[in-house]
């Protein structure tokens, strides 16, 4: 089987663009840009035949049968079940929605297609992570105590206006979704504090007003806790999408400074004439794993968001063609998705505790 796909929004996008022609699952490959310079220059430049100005029109087009969403995420809602009501296989970037009932929305509309919806957490595939899901394969954490998500980008600039009145708790799947995969579990409660007053000239009316929030997760097994801060604005760090994990054996702590390698911590015995126990620290090298995709993607291996790309494009491909729900489907997405949503609430109400919502396939 071949899948036909088209990919909609071209600034992003074109990042996965040759990854889709170079598949071997994938047969016809579209773009779709409602900028015309921007459909005319990435099209020539990919030598790409098809190409749409709209998402309505790429729907109609019945010699495609799977769409890949990456465009701003005010539009994510409306155009997942656009996408949905056409039957056509639906992969997104993130966050699945803003919102607790276009969750549901979303996860009823693809019961009811039929068809698959993947969200593309980054986050989930980033060398880093796969580097720690091999550590806790082996048991060498031991037993989870703790976790932490640190996420800072800066947005001043050119960034487009819509992201100053986002809460940054709305886009925290790339921290919340590795920590929650890694621990197969998920988020039962939050609470949260906005920290700082966004300045006059960055807020929106009637929306976000702080340029960081930082929250406590508890986490369904294990008695587990999880910190998660989140930054858009005022917040002198430099870029990072970071995790870390602690068990009772060793810990992870991704790096620093981002060119950095991440430090392995093991436990040591306890030596009974000495206080404590040493927690001896070692750089680790995380391999990218081209062997985890077909030869063919090779070249995007070591490409942007630790080399997540090309194993994005192969799960969502393969649970096409294989007939099965992604690794991300509706349900996944929607429950690393909604810790960040409750915990933007919990900030608006002082850091009250929110249930946060369970989901099921």
Avoid at 103 to 122: C, P, R
Avoid at 262 to 283: M, Y
Wanted: glycine fraction near 8%; charged fraction near 20%; hydrophobic fraction near 40%.
């Amino acid at each position: 089987m071949k899948v036909s796909i088209v990919v909609v929004g071209l600034g992003f996008g074109e990042a996965f663009l040759p990854i889709y022609q170079r598949h071997p699952n994938v047969g016809r490959v579209g773009i779709c840009e409602s900028d015309q310079r921007l459909l005319r220059e990435i099209g020539d430049r990919h030598a790409v035949e098809d190409r749409f100005s709209s998402l309505e029109r790429a729907l109609a087009d019945d010699r495609y049968n799977a769409v890949h969403l990456v465009t701003p995420v005010p539009l994510h809602v409306e155009q997942t079940l656009e996408t949905l009501a056409a039957r056509k296989h639906c992969a997104c970037a993130v966050p699945i929605a803003t919102d607790l009932d276009d969750i549901y929305n979303i996860i009823e509309a693809q019961k009811k297609a039929g068809v698959n919806y993947m969200m593309m957490e980054t986050g989930a595939y980033t060398r880093e992570f796969l580097y720690a899901r091999d550590m806790h394969a082996r048991g060498e954490f031991g037993n989870f105590t703790f976790f932490r998500g640190v996420y800072h980008q800066d947005l001043e600039g050119a960034y487009p206006r819509y992201w100053r009145a986002q809460p940054p708790m709305h886009y925290a799947t790339h921290v919340v979704g590795p920590i929650l995969c890694l621990a197969k579990t998920r988020a039962t409660s939050v609470s949260c504090l906005g920290a700082g007053v966004l300045r006059p000239d960055i807020q929106q009316p009637g929306g976000n007003t702080f340029p960081l929030q930082t929250a406590i997760f508890r986490l369904a097994d294990g008695n587990m806790a999880a910190e998660v801060t989140r930054s858009w604005f005022q917040t002198a760090r430099g870029y990072t999408e970071a995790f870390s994990a602690y068990g009772d054996r060793a810990g992870f702590e991704w790096q620093q400074i981002e060119w950095e390698d991440p430090v392995v911590f093991r436990l040591g015995p306890v030596q009974p004439e000495r206080r404590g126990r040493d927690a001896v620290p070692e750089r680790v090298k995380v391999p990218f794993r081209p062997y985890l995709f077909p030869s063919e993607l090779a070249d995007y291996t070591e490409g942007w968001h630790g080399g997540s790309h090309p194993h994005l494009v192969h799960e969502f491909i393969s649970s096409i063609v294989q007939n099965r729900p992604p690794a991300i489907d509706a349900a996944v997405a929607a429950t690393w998705t909604a810790p960040g949503i409750c915990a933007n609430l919990s900030s608006l109400a002082n850091g009250a505790l929110v249930e946060v919502p369970a989901f099921v396939t």
